[in-house]
């Protein structure tokens, strides 16, 4: 069956870093773009990063421009997200989802077609 993995979450000073991983099972991988989310508690879930199915283009909402990287390994079904320069405002849980959309449809939560448990990351001031 279908399988979204997240792992890297944790907690860590304002300023730190983080790598979030997901390995993906089930599917083509290589046919889906892949999308980071993350919901704040209390708060809606929003799109954070995205890359397209070949991983030539990656999307950020402009918050994290600069200090995340998406990156996606095809042979391996993984996709990552490198978090540097972490703020109190960047806790949340972080989800990672495929969608066979193109990136028009990052944004939206329902164009999602598989979706991880989520990973939590706190950050602290």
């Excluded at 892949?34 to 508690?41: C, G, L």
């Excluded at 909402?61 to 390994?73: E, L, P, Q």
């Excluded at 079904?77 to 490198?82: H, P």
Aim: proline fraction near 2%.
């Amino acid at each position: 069956q279908v399988q979204l993995v997240e792992s890297g979450g944790g907690s860590v000073q304002a300023g730190g870093s983080l790598r979030l991983s997901c390995v993906a099972s089930g599917f083509t991988f290589s046919h889906y773009a892949m999308v980071w989310f993350r919901q704040a508690p209390g708060k809606e879930r929003d799109f954070v990063a995205g890359i397209n199915s070949s991983g030539g283009s990656t999307y950020y909402i402009d918050s994290v421009k600069g200090r995340f990287t998406i990156t996606r390994d095809n042979a391996r079904n993984i996709v990552s997200l490198q978090m540097n320069s972490l703020k109190p405002e960047d806790t949340a849980v972080y989800y990672c989802a495929a969608t066979f959309r193109a990136s028009w449809a990052f944004e939206t939560p329902g164009d999602m077609s598989y979706w991880g448990k989520g990973t939590l990351v706190t950050v602290s001031s």
